[in-house]
């Protein structure tokens, strides 16, 4: 047997609203783009939804909008993709890690206000594989200090916590349509926002600074545009927005299929020695987003491969990012400075989850992560 890392679920409607916007003239930003917005917007339940072309670009523009940049700090995780950082770093802003929860891997929230100096000028939390951190006691920590919160919700569309969601404790939430997500365009991305005066920023620093969006310059008549200040180039297509708008209806029945999936890996990995998970708290909707294990460390990456020799489809979500060479030459990061993220980083490994997915599959899965553990642990 062979299992796909992932699948997406693109489908005929899907197409077909694709296709409608590829016989039209109006590829680029324009109505399915507002479409896409309102729908999204409805779907989380906020005010503005605003559609980008990544979640990076996305959460490096919120920053822009709070002035953030070269003297200033932004704390985050340093388990998360390295997009989470790359938005901060190219601001010119320092990106400040704490360490995250070894049961969870979410951002350890008794940590951060030890890292607050008088350079902090915001909080990126991300909602680790779909489970949402504590948002409300992150806000009164931001509140006391006087923080923006712009929370990396790219993998927490659908996530709850105490029945609140993405966007409501926040300044922002940016999310992702990258090739992988519960949602794909194959890339794309989107803002939600509270405040007018950010959405009215967020609508033209994401095209150029423009007051007019290429629709609204060719209507019935040519418009001119003013150019508000400098923007950016980071507008979602049309095309983007026709392959996104219908997924929005399918999602619950997706994660529906997901959460199960998710259970029987939690059962049968309760009872595989040499394998843990991280936990689904009882107060979160888990968006299930990415099912990772974790063994340990002196064997990973035997595992790794042992699992791609079964023809099993496997992926490293995350290794920890002050350690790639980049960050750790910059800023003089080292090993042992994040002890728990540096342990999760080193011993992960995300298994297949997606809707698709059959019994027969998950169980081939299941018994293929037995058997490398298991003679992975004989070689060490
Ligand atoms: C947690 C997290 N943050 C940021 C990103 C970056 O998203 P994008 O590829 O849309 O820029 C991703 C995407 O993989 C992600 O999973």
């Known amino acids: ?7 997406h679920n693109l489908n005929e409607v899907d197409k077909a609203a694709c296709m409608e916007v590829l016989n039209s003239m109006f590829l680029t930003t324009g109505s399915v783009v507002e479409e896409f917005e309102r729908r999204f917007a ?10 980008t072309n990544s979640c990076t670009n996305s959460l490096f523009l919120c920053l822009k ?17 390295l997009g989470t950082s790359h938005a901060i770093e190219r601001t010119g802003a320092k990106p400040v890690y704490v360490d995250v929860e070894s049961e969870t891997g979410n951002i350890d929230l008794s940590l951060i206000e030890s890292a607050i100096t008088p350079y902090t000028k915001a909080i990126i939390p991300v909602h680790l594989y779909g489970q949402m951190i504590d948002m409300k006691q992150l806000k009164r920590i931001a509140d006391r200090h006087g923080l923006a919160i712009i929370e990396d919700a790219c993998h927490a569309i ?3 916590r105490d029945g609140y969601r993405p966007g409501m404790f926040s300044d922002a939430a940016c999310f992702s349509f990258y090739a992988t997500k519960n949602m794909t365009a194959g890339e794309g991305g989107a803002i939600i926002c509270k405040q007018q005066r950010m959405y009215e920023w967020l ?8 007051n007019k969006h290429a629709a609204q310059r060719h209507g019935k008549r040519y418009q001119h545009y003013e150019l508000d200040f400098l923007g950016y180039k980071f507008n979602m297509s049309n095309i983007q927005a026709a392959l996104l708008v219908n997924q929005m209806d399918r999602l619950a029945k997706y994660l529906d299929i997901k959460q199960k999936i998710s259970a029987r890996y939690e059962q049968a990995f309760t009872q595989t020695q040499g394998v843990d998970f991280p936990i689904a708290l009882p107060e979160t909707k888990h968006a299930r987003h990415i099912f990772t294990i974790w ?14 020799t079964r023809d099993v489809g496997v992926a490293v979500n995350y290794r920890a990012t002050h350690l790639y060479r980049y960050y750790r030459e910059k800023y003089q990061f080292r090993r042992g400075q994040l002890p728990v993220t540096e342990r999760i980083g080193d011993s992960t490994i995300t298994l297949p989850l997606y809707s698709q997915l059959l019994d027969e599959e998950v169980d081939y899965v299941i018994e293929a992560v037995r058997e490398s553990v298991k003679s992975a642990r004989e070689l060490v």
């Open 1 to 7: 047997m062979k299992v796909a890392f992932y699948k």
């Open 42 to 51: 409805e779907l989380m339940g906020s005010p503005f939804a605003i559609g």
């Open 65 to 81: 909008y709070f002035d953030i940049g070269q003297g200033h700090e932004v704390i985050t995780t340093a388990m998360s993709f």
């Open 158 to 160: 659908e996530s709850e």
């Open 203 to 210: 609508s033209k620093a994401r095209i150029q600074g423009v």
């Open 295 to 308: 063994v340990n460390p002196a064997i990973r990456d035997t595992v790794l491969d042992e699992l791609q």
